[in-house]
């Protein structure tokens, strides 16, 4: 059954510790992508990735890391020098050559 | 920076009536133009796409109308349902799309009323 794979669904944590959402990917795409969503705010890109051990940071990256060492995996760490991390995260990937995104179920992070 | 504005940012319609939902970009390069669908606790999902060379492309109950003049595209749903209550996001995506990235709307969320 292939499709984007995100754990866990909802994540809490205490203010001032690093964080880390999985998303593994079996449908063999080259680029993969994370996402930020906030109510009234649409979707903002933090990462992305077009091929394994390199990425390029979006429009929000600040305060976020990421690491791509296998082409089925992009996880991302929300460090604690992210003023405002509580959010819904959305990992997505598409072929290297192709525009379409297939998105994942999301995790919901609650940092309080 | 690239925008794409989207409007209106809540809309309520009777079943069976249209929805319509209208987006606007700046940068004339954009040359893909998709429309996601997205569920309340879900990640969205790929509903419908246009490219400029096309004014109009229909599937089923959803249509893409596509104004290249005037840097314009729309989403109508005809018959709306109570499942098409959702959120739904415009996009926008310069040619070799490799290199650059989706730019989205900020999103409609679309309440279908019995």
């Known amino acids: 059954d292939g499709g984007i794979t995100q754990s866990p669904k909802y994540l809490f944590r205490k203010e001032g510790q690093n964080v880390t959402l999985s998303c593994e990917q079996n449908?063999?795409?080259?680029?993969m992508y994370w996402y930020r969503q906030d109510p009234g705010q649409g979707l903002r890109l933090i990462y992305y990735?077009?091929?394994?051990?390199?990425?390029q940071k979006g429009d929000i990256a600040e305060g976020y890391s990421v690491s791509r060492e296998k082409k089925e995996s992009f996880p991302l760490t929300v460090t604690s020098a992210q003023k405002n991390p509580t959010a819904f995260y959305l990992c997505?990937?598409?072929?290297?050559?192709?525009?379409?995104?297939?998105f994942g179920p999301g995790t919901r992070l609650t940092v309080t | 920076q690239q925008q794409v504005k989207q409007s209106p940012q809540s809309l309520i319609v009777q079943k069976g009536g249209i929805s319509i939902i209208n987006c606007a970009y700046e940068?004339?390069?954009?040359?893909?133009f998709p429309w996601y669908q997205q569920f309340p606790g879900k990640g969205p999902a790929l509903l419908i796409a246009?490219?400029?060379?096309?004014s109009e492309k229909k599937e089923g109950r959803f249509t893409i109308s596509f104004n290249k003049s005037a840097k314009q595209f729309s989403l109508h749903i005809m018959d709306s349902q109570p499942g098409d209550s959702a959120t739904y996001f415009c996009?926008?995506?310069?040619?070799?799309?490799?290199?650059?990235?989706?730019?989205f709307g900020t999103g409609t969320r679309l309440t279908i009323i019995p």
């Open positions: 997505a990937s598409s072929m290297l050559a192709g525009v379409v995104q297939y």
């Open positions: 449908l063999n795409h080259d680029a």
């Open positions: 990735s077009q091929i394994v051990n390199d990425f």
């Open positions: 940068n004339t390069a954009f040359d893909y």
């Open positions: 246009i490219r400029p060379d096309v």
């Open positions: 996009a926008a995506s310069p040619p070799n799309f490799g290199n650059e990235k989706l730019t």
